[in-house]
């Protein structure tokens, strides 16, 4: 499967984004779906994943009550609406995408089997 973000830009501290991902293929639904970051000199944090299905979700606590993720398998598009930025939210951002369950590894990059180019989120404060 292909990954497509987009939806990045600049917002000030306290605004909203709405970031997309939008796979090819025929089989989006029995991909779960992850959404990282990576800021400037930082490692690739984890923010937020989905089950194919759509039936459960996991945020990082430093999201938690300000993102949401969700994904419409009829479009083969996720996304991750971002409420109430801080500048340190301030990174790309990637989608990813993982074959077979995630309900252990969900928030480890390096068990996703495929990743979008990325989308540059910047929080002005």
């Known amino acids: 499967v292909q990954l497509q973000a987009s939806g990045g830009g600049l917002v000030q501290a306290g605004g909203s984004l709405r970031l997309s991902c939008a796979a090819s293929?025929?089989?989006?639904?029995?991909?779960?779906m992850g959404w990282f970051r990576q800021a400037p000199g930082k490692e690739r944090e984890f923010v937020a994943a989905i089950t194919g299905s759509g039936g459960s979700t996991w945020y990082a606590d430093s999201v938690k009550g300000r993102f949401t993720i969700s994904r419409d398998n009829a479009k083969n598009v996720g996304y991750l609406q971002m409420n109430s930025l801080k500048s340190e939210d301030t990174a790309v951002y990637y989608c990813?995408?993982?074959?077979?369950?995630?309900?252990?590894?969900?928030?480890?990059?390096?068990?996703?089997?495929?990743w979008g180019q990325g989308t540059q989120v910047t929080v002005s404060s």
């Open positions: 990813a995408a993982k074959s077979g369950s995630i309900f252990t590894v969900y928030g480890f990059s390096r068990y996703y089997n495929y």
């Open positions: 293929g025929r089989t989006f639904s029995t991909y779960a």
